[in-house]
């Protein structure tokens, strides 16, 4: 009788140590139904043209545009996001569509936001990441899986965030 109890106990502990990222569903999380590794990124970052789903590195990307003014307001929790997860190898990226630099950089700083700033020029190829409108947000796993994503703005520095970013792999 004891056996059955003591198996079900060391499962939740297992659930409850490793994390479970469906969590954010509360948070208007969305998840994929089976294994997706979404196609590669590059942005520019200054005049660096960077690859941004990297493995080996879980990564949260973040697309935005002045033109919507509901994308600015998640800027400075970004910023608060990475200080709350401090030095955690997790990369936040805020993907700048449409604007030039000078306008995205001056958005950004002006929202309270200093985080390094990816810009994306041509957006006509991110139909894979944008399903409907800006902002629109995406954890990626250390293997190159989208694990999450998110339409709309999102609440970045929520307990239950930082905690599932922390737990990703």
């Known amino acids: 009788m004891k056996k059955p109890v003591l198996i079900i106990t060391l499962l939740l502990l297992s659930v409850l140590c490793h994390g479970d990222i469906t969590r954010l569903s509360s948070l208007g999380f969305t998840f994929p139904e089976g294994r997706m590794i979404p196609p590669p990124l590059s942005a520019y970052l200054g005049e ?18 002045g033109s919507n003014p509901a994308s600015l307001t998640d800027l400075p929790l970004l910023e608060r996001l990475k200080g709350l997860l401090g030095d955690d190898e997790i990369l936040i990226a805020p993907v700048n569509l449409n604007d030039s630099p000078v306008e995205a950089y001056d958005l950004a700083e002006k929202s309270g936001c200093f985080l390094p700033l990816y810009l994306y020029p041509d957006n006509t190829n991110l139909k894979p990441y944008i399903m409907k409108s800006v902002p629109a947000a995406y ?4 293997r190159g899986e989208l ?23």
């Open 147 to 169: 694990v999450a994503s998110r339409q709309g703005n999102s609440p970045w520095t929520h307990p239950d965030m930082v905690r599932s970013l922390r737990e990703v792999e």
């Open 139 to 142: 954890i990626i796993n250390s």
């Open 48 to 65: 660096e043209k960077v690859e941004l789903t990297t493995r080996n590195r879980v990564t949260v990307l973040y697309f935005w545009s």
